[in-house]
């Protein structure tokens, strides 16, 4: 939560988050000292695997039971065995844009039959619904118990005719909610309701749009090829000067001689990196960065997760720790159908 300024108590100026607790004591530079750190945690792990490079990027979807299924440009290289069976469900990273989507791991529910198969079914809903039109300034979209908001991304298709101003299978836009039962569109996120100049004919449907759909790949590419596992913002001035930030977390992969890529990251810079991994079980982080001056934090080096000595010197990295920042655990596999997955995580920040 953001930090107010207010109240001063016998030690100085007392600090405030937005829910008017009291968290640390105000320094002349504006920098606070936490009473107690402030945590992160997750135990409920969460697994991801790299599809094979042939995947591409995903332009379509349809569905598969209900759930959202990936339409890929090539094999997905993955396996029921490996993907679907574990314990805590292993899923893909997908990018979304131009739609509702939130990018993310989601979940692999089904695959194509064998390796061959180039769809892959996640666990997001895919909704749908039968609509007719309403000619008129506005028109109106007649959508029974349709559960959209302003703003949603939405597509239509038909066995007949639409309105000449839905043709061409674009994207529109929900803009007004007229009641749990119909809605007006427009063609930009709260631009002009459009105007239908007819009902159109035959079966019209309505399609919640979550956008055009990237599936990361395997490869040794951080811009292209890292996966997060999670994330979550640090605000500006939770970590003080002189305080530190822990990091704990607990990876398990895939044991082979492929390689595979472990990090944790703060801000742009990497607490922890691996490097490249292999015939590794499980990897126990245990990171401690201690803020020098206002920008600066420094740890032990980046290969070294947190225990024991190191033959190089420590790293001492630029952050700007008075704005928000992302911490963030992430994977990278050369292969495809490798696992890694994030048992959980706990950080401290103070």
Not at 331 to 346: I, P, R
Request: charged share 5%; glycine share 12%.
């Amino acid at each position: 939560m953001p930090i107010s300024y207010s109240l001063r108590g016998s030690n100085g100026l007392i600090a405030f988050d937005a829910s008017n607790n009291p968290v640390g004591v105000i320094n002349p530079d504006g920098t606070v000292n936490r009473f107690s750190p402030k945590t992160f945690t997750s135990f409920a792990g969460v697994s991801a695997t790299a599809v094979a490079s042939t995947f591409g990027a995903v332009g379509s979807y349809d569905s598969n039971s209900g759930n959202v299924r990936l339409n890929g440009t090539g094999a997905h290289g993955l396996t029921t065995a490996a993907i679907i069976t574990p314990a805590i469900n292993t899923g893909v990273y997908v990018t979304w844009t131009g739609g509702n989507g939130v990018s993310g791991v989601y979940p692999v529910t089904a695959l194509d039959v064998d390796t061959s198969g180039t769809k892959i079914t996640i666990n997001l809903p895919y909704v749908a619904g039968t609509v007719t039109c309403t000619a008129g300034t506005p028109g109106v979209v007649n959508y029974t118990a349709h559960g959209r908001v302003a703003g949603d991304a939405i597509k239509f298709t038909t066995t007949g005719t639409l309105p000449t101003q839905l043709q061409g299978g674009g994207v529109f836009y929900v803009k007004s909610v007229t009641s749990a039962n119909s809605f007006t569109v427009a063609s930009t996120v709260g631009g002009t309701d459009l105007t239908f100049d007819s009902a159109g004919s035959g079966t019209h449907t309505c399609t919640l749009w979550y956008g055009s759909a990237a599936v990361i790949a395997a490869g040794s590419t951080a811009a292209t090829n890292t996966i997060t596992l999670a994330s979550f913002t640090v605000e500006g001035n939770t970590l003080t000067t002189g305080g530190n930030i822990e990091a704990n977390g607990l990876f398990s992969i895939t044991s082979s001689a492929n390689n595979k890529v472990l990090s944790v990251s703060y801000g742009a810079s990497d607490l922890y990196n691996s490097g490249n991994l292999t015939t590794t079980t499980t990897v126990n982080v245990n990171k401690i960065a201690w803020a020098r001056g206002t920008g600066t934090v420094v740890t032990s080096p980046a290969a070294a997760t947190g225990h024991g000595t190191a033959t190089t010197a420590y790293q001492a990295l630029t952050l700007a720790y008075t704005t928000d920042l992302t911490l963030a655990f992430k994977t990278m596999m050369a292969t495809a159908n490798e696992v890694t997955t994030l048992q959980g995580y706990q950080v401290a920040v103070s």
